[in-house]
Each structure stands twice: as structure tokens, then as C-alpha cells.
């Protein structure tokens, strides 16, 4: 393998910029050449195409977002796309691609495989929605901004005595709402993974209130059907608790990664590499415990997504 191409695709996640980097240097060192796709697989159908360099990766690994830009590509699912992206492949003789990128990143990696392309996947995404590896990068950063928003929510709603409903982002999965709730000492966490009890949310608030507590942190994963306005509103009406609502949107896919994000892109970037040196593609990284994992791409995106029921039964105790 001599020519390889990297892309980031989908959604933005801190520590892009580190796997960026360790495929990039890590390929060099190993007597490859690199090439970046900017805009994820839409820079790729426009030839977006740009060789790195050792330097060119330099000072990036601190930075969130990505130096290669991002877009998602509905192009890239059409036919007429799809070829294009393939004679671009050729015509800069890239031999092997690697992507960055969430579920439908890794979906279109595993389309560039049955294509007969060598592909392989990281798992970028703040959502940490990918079946089969424990964690993706961008969602330990993306907690720990969750973390430091309720520290900053809880200092105003305490003075003022209220609740806060505090939604945060992940698409159809629970995970960043489990975390930072569990870690920001959450009284109630809701996730798409299961039903909204309002009693039951209700009932919480009010066993706190009966023994004197005036504020409550209730933290909604986006997928959840139900309007965190909506919510805080039925809970005020409830409980006679006066409750705000507070989307906290983007400010979570931005910032510097943290030490685990940094480590996963550099060690998950550098298997990629590995994979790549005799030619293997049609893999996806991932970790599973401390270990850095690859496993067959079709594969991987069957594996059904589990998630963690104790989290919320430990913060439900914890926070009585
Ligand atoms: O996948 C990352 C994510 O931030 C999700 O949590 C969110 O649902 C979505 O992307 C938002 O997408 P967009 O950037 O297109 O608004």
C-alpha cells in the first residue's frame, strides 16, 4: 500500500484532528503517502484532494472540530455520486481510504468496500452510537462539556430554587445523556432507549421538594419524544417547582478533546495503518476495555446497540 486517502465525515467530533494526525504521520513513517478529502465524501465526489504532509498535520492534535472539514453528502448515496467518488479514487491513484466519521460514515465506508475499495473506519462521533466498540472518539470530550454546563446550571438554579431540564445531544442514543447525568448528579435522566414516565419524573421531584430540596437537574437526551419546554412546563405545573428548559446544542460537539479522545484517535488511527501496510481494508477500529480493536465492517454495523439500565438506577438512588 503506497497512496492512501483520509477523510473525516458527518457530525464534527473533538479529536478528529488526532486521528487526522496519527493516520496521516503514522502512514508517512510507515513509507506511505497521504492525501486528505476535505468535506468528508462529498470533497471526495468534487476531488477535494490534497496531499499532507508531516507539518501539514502539525499543531492539531489540541484543536476540536476538523482540519479536513466535514459535511454530510446525501450525493455520495447516489448512484451518479457514488461512481464519481470511484473515478476520483483512480484518477488520484489513491489505493485505500481512510474515514472518519459516525453510523453513516461507516456505512458508506462499508459501500466503498463492497465497491472493491480498501477502506477502513474510525469511529468519530460525539453520539457514541456504534455497536461495537465501547466508546467513539469526540464522546468523552463532548461529556465533560455536558459535565461543566450542569456545574455552571446548577450555581443558578440552586440561588434561584428551580429545576433545570437540560437536553443534550446524541441522536437516537442515550449514552452522553447517561454519562453526564449520572456525573453531573442528575435527579432524573431520561434517554430514546426507554418510555418518558412524567409521574414518574414528577414523583422524584416532589420526594426531593417534601424534604426541603428547591432544585432538581433533569437531563433529557435529544431522541427522547418530548419537548424539553413541554416538559419543564408540565413539571413546574406538577410540582409547583418553577423549571427551565435548556437546550445546550452545539457547544457540545466544540472544544479541545480531552486526554481519552486524544488517545483513542492516536491509537485507533495508528491501527488503521497497521491494517492498511499488507492491504487489509473492510475493517472498522474500535475499543473494547483498554483494548484497540478491528473487526470486519459489515459486521460491525449489524451489531445491535445495548445500553446501560444500571446508570440510571444508580443515579436515581445517588441523587435522593
Ligand atoms: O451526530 C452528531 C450530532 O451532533 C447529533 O448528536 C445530532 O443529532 C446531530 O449531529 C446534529 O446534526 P447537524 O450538525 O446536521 O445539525
Same mark, same amino acid.
Given at each position: ?34 492525501? !486528505? ?26 484543536? !476540536?472540530?476538523?482540519?479536513?472539514k ?10 451518479? #455520486? ?25 456505512? #458508506?465506508?462499508?459501500? %466503498? ?24 472518539? =469526540? ?14 446550571? $446548577?450555581?443558578?438554579s ?14 437516537? @442514543? ?5 454519562? /453526564?447525568?449520572? @456525573?453531573?448528579? /442528575? ?5 430514546p ?8 419524573? @414528577? $414523583? ?15 437531563v ?20 409547583? %417547582? ?5 437546550v ?6 466544540? =472544544? ?7 488517545m483513542?484517535?492516536s ?29 470486519? %465492517? ?23
Amino acid at each position: 500500500m503506497k497512496k492512501i486517502g483520509v477523510l473525516t465525515s458527518g457530525g464534527d467530533a473533538p479529536g478528529m484532528n488526532a486521528a487526522v494526525r496519527a493516520v496521516t504521520r503514522g502512514a508517512i513513517y510507515n513509507g506511505m503517502e497521504v492525501y !486528505g478529502i476535505a468535506r468528508g465524501y462529498e470533497g471526495l465526489i468534487y476531488g477535494e484532494i490534497r496531499p499532507l504532509s508531516i507539518s501539514s498535520v502539525g499543531d492539531i492534535i489540541h484543536r !476540536g472540530g476538523t482540519m479536513l472539514k466535514t459535511d454530510r453528502s446525501p450525493d455520495f448515496m447516489t448512484p451518479a #455520486g457514488f461512481q464519481r467518488a470511484l473515478n476520483m479514487l483512480e484518477s488520484f491513484g489513491l489505493e485505500a481510504v481512510v474515514t472518519i466519521g459516525g453510523d453513516g460514515t461507516m456505512r #458508506g465506508a462499508l459501500e %466503498l468496500t463492497k465497491a472493491g475499495v480498501t477502506t477502513v473506519g474510525l469511529p468519530g462521533t460525539i453520539d457514541n452510537d456504534l455497536a461495537y466498540t465501547d466508546f467513539t472518539i =469526540g464522546f468523552d470530550t463532548a461529556v465533560n462539556t455536558v459535565l461543566s454546563a450542569i456545574s455552571n446550571i $446548577r450555581d443558578t438554579s440552586s440561588s434561584h430554587g428551580r429545576s433545570t431540564v437540560i437536553e443534550v445531544m446524541g441522536r437516537d @442514543c442515550g449514552d452522553i445523556a447517561l454519562y /453526564a447525568g449520572l @456525573c453531573g448528579g /442528575a435527579d432524573v435522566i431520561l434517554i430514546p432507549e426507554e418510555e418518558v414516565d412524567i409521574n414518574a419524573v @414528577c $414523583r422524584k421531584v416532589m420526594e426531593g421538594k417534601n424534604r426541603g430540596k428547591t432544585s432538581n437537574i433533569i437531563v433529557v437526551a435529544e431522541g427522547v419524544d418530548a419537548d424539553s419546554q413541554e416538559l419543564a412546563k408540565d413539571v413546574t405545573e406538577r410540582t409547583g %417547582l418553577e423549571t427551565r428548559a435548556v437546550v445546550l446544542g452545539y457547544i457540545q460537539r466544540g =472544544g479541545s478533546p480531552t486526554a481519552k479522545d486524544r488517545m483513542l484517535a492516536s491509537r485507533m488511527g495508528y491501527r488503521a495503518v497497521e491494517l492498511l501496510m499488507p492491504g487489509g481494508g473492510g475493517r472498522a477500529v474500535g475499543v473494547r476495555g483498554e483494548e484497540i480493536i478491528d473487526m470486519d %465492517l459489515a459486521e460491525a454495523l449489524a451489531m445491535k446497540r445495548r445500553y446501560d439500565r444500571s446508570i440510571i438506577e444508580l443515579a436515581d438512588v445517588l441523587s435522593r
